[in-house]
Structures are given as structure tokens and as C-alpha cells.
């Protein structure tokens, strides 16, 4: 048995990107018709929130399949028996450093993009929220790009970045710390600044500031000068959008055209527990 699009009913949820999807119960994995409403509604609205699910990881997986292959990333941890279903917890603590709390993702940035071929989607599944903060913000970076003057455009057009796990040439926010052998299989990789949606066919800044080590011809420090102004520009209020989390939302957002950030700002003692899924993506061009 699958999910079918039924009763559902779309509300949108920020000016400039999102939009919630109520009615669904994800129990069974939607049909072919169901997948192929929520895909349109993700793509056109960058961030889509499934409301009111009580799933396992079993269902999730199945669901999130219907959008692409989920992907191992075998330094998170995970659900056991399901090596794609990795966990943020507010419990997360950073054991290969140096032990103190984690806060996965709390700067601005596009999720993995230290791989030839970053993932297109992340999903989060929201089983313990906490009451006050916790958002995850969104930046809308077609929007970002389209706002920029013409000439800008053009110039960002031409640039290309090196990304890397762990850029060597500056320290950025706090990230997990990565096993020396992890870190070592992952050789830097080069992306456009700016990338083409390979399904909408539209641009967008393509900006992973954690990961963006240096741009390619140009003096390091003025490519970070860029890199930090870009991030600026793209995370100005007209860009983007507050998800407040109820617990029981999945959110599944299209990493090849936005930037997102976790805030750890939920008081000490606060549960919030989520199950990630990645989903693969193409080279950026
Ligand atoms: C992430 O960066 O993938 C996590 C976002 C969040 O926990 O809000």
C-alpha cells in the first residue's frame, strides 16, 4: 500500500521560499503520482516541511527514497540498522575533539559540498523538538543571485572554488572533528560559485563558507573577502526563512539552491532529537 495525495493540503510558509504539506501519513511511501506532486512542490518552494508524521526510520527511508538514493556518511552516527539514517541530537558531543557540546551545521552552509557529486536534498524528521528555539534557517539563493547587478553576475559566473572537509587556509565555525583517515579520503574538490539547477534550469549562488578553502586565480585572502560578503548578501531577511519546528515535521530542502543554519539557542536541558537523511546529487556546473 502506498500514500496517495488524497486530502492533502499545501500552506506556504515564508515570503520568499517554503511551503508545508498537511494530510499525508507517511506509514506507507507515497505512489508515484504522490512523489511526483511533493517533488514540484520542493522545487518551486526550496523547502518543504511534511507535517504531523510518527514514523520509524524504516517508513522514513522509504519515503525519502521516493525522492532520490540516500547516502552513507559514516562519520555521523547513526540509527542502528540504518547506516543512512544518521541522528542530531542535543546530546551530540564532539568525541574525537574536544568533547564539548556540538551543534552540527550552525553556521551557513550548503550540506557536503567537499564531494565531487554533494548531495541534492537533506531531510531532517523532527521526533523531539524543543519549546522555544532550535530553528533551522534558510537562505534562498536564487534569489540572493537574481538580486545581485548584472555585471556582479557575470563576474561570479567565471569564478570556481576549491572546497575541501577542512580548509586549510582559515579557521571557520565550529565543526565536528573528523578521523586524520576520514579527512584524508577526501581530497579537495573544485565547484563553480555560482551553479546551475540541473532540474529548474536556473542559477544560484553555490556557498559552503566552512568549506570554501580559497578561489581558484585569486588572492586568498580578497576570495574569502568574497566569500564572507556573498554570505552577507544571500542571508539579508528578504532572502530567507525561520523554520520553527513542531515536532513530528519532516523538512526536506534543496541543498543545490539554498544555504541553511541550526541554532543552538534552546535552553540547557531542552531535547532536540532528529533523523537526517542525504540524498545524492550531481557534479555542479
Ligand atoms: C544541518 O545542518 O543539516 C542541521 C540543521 C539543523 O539541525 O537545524
Redesign the pocket.
Known amino acids: 500500500m502506498s500514500a496517495t495525495a488524497g486530502d492533502i493540503a499545501f500552506t506556504k510558509l515564508g515570503g520568499v521560499m517554503a511551503i508545508a504539506v498537511e494530510g499525508l501519513d507517511l506509514h506507507h511511501a507515497p505512489d508515484a503520482e504522490l512523489a511526483k506532486t511533493l517533488r514540484r512542490a520542493l522545487l518551486d518552494n526550496l523547502v518543504l516541511c511534511i507535517r504531523g508524521q510518527s514514523i520509524g526510520p524504516g517508513a522514513y527511508l522509504a519515503t525519502i527514497a521516493t525522492f532520490g538514493e540516500p547516502l552513507v556518511r559514516p562519520e555521523i552516527p547513526h540509527v542502528s540498522g540504518y547506516p543512512a539514517v544518521t541522528t542530531?541530537s542535543s546530546d551530540d558531543r564532539d568525541t574525537k575533539g574536544d568533547g564539548k557540546r556540538l551543534?552540527?551545521?550552525?553556521h551557513w552552509?550548503s550540506?557536503d559540498t567537499f564531494m565531487a557529486k554533494p548531495c541534492s536534498l537533506?531531510c531532517?524528521y523532527g521526533i523531539e523538538v524543543p519549546d522555544t528555539g532550535?530553528?533551522?534557517e534558510f537562505a534562498n539563493m536564487y534569489a540572493a543571485y537574481e538580486a545581485l547587478p548584472p555585471a556582479e553576475r557575470r563576474h561570479l559566473d567565471t569564478l570556481r572554488v576549491v572546497h575541501m572537509m577542512k580548509p586549510a587556509s582559515r579557521a571557520v565555525g565550529r565543526t565536528r572533528t573528523i578521523a586524520p583517515e576520514l579527512l584524508a579520503a577526501r581530497p579537495p574538490v573544485v565547484h563553480p560559485l555560482v551553479r546551475t539547477h540541473p532540474e529548474t534550469g536556473r542559477k544560484a549562488l553555490y556557498i559552503s563558507r566552512n568549506r570554501m578553502d580559497h578561489i581558484v586565480d585569486m588572492e586568498i585572502a580578497a576570495g574569502h573577502q568574497l566569500i564572507d560578503d556573498l554570505v552577507a548578501h544571500a542571508t539579508q531577511p528578504q532572502f530567507c526563512y525561520r523554520?520553527k519546528?513542531r515536532r513530528g515535521d519532516i523538512v526536506i530542502w534543496d541543498d543545490r539552491c539554498t544555504m541553511?543554519?541550526?541554532?543552538g539557542d534552546y535552553p540547557e536541558g531542552a531535547r532536540?532529537f532528529?533523523n537526517?537523511i542525504i540524498v545524492a546529487g550531481d557534479a555542479p556546473y
Not at 551543534?103 to 550552525?106: D, F, K, L, M, N
Not at 541553511?260 to 541554532?263: D, E, R, S
Open positions: 542530531l551543534i552540527a551545521g550552525s552552509h550540506d537533506t531532517l532550535g530553528d533551522t523554520h519546528w541553511h543554519k541550526a541554532n532536540r532528529m537526517r
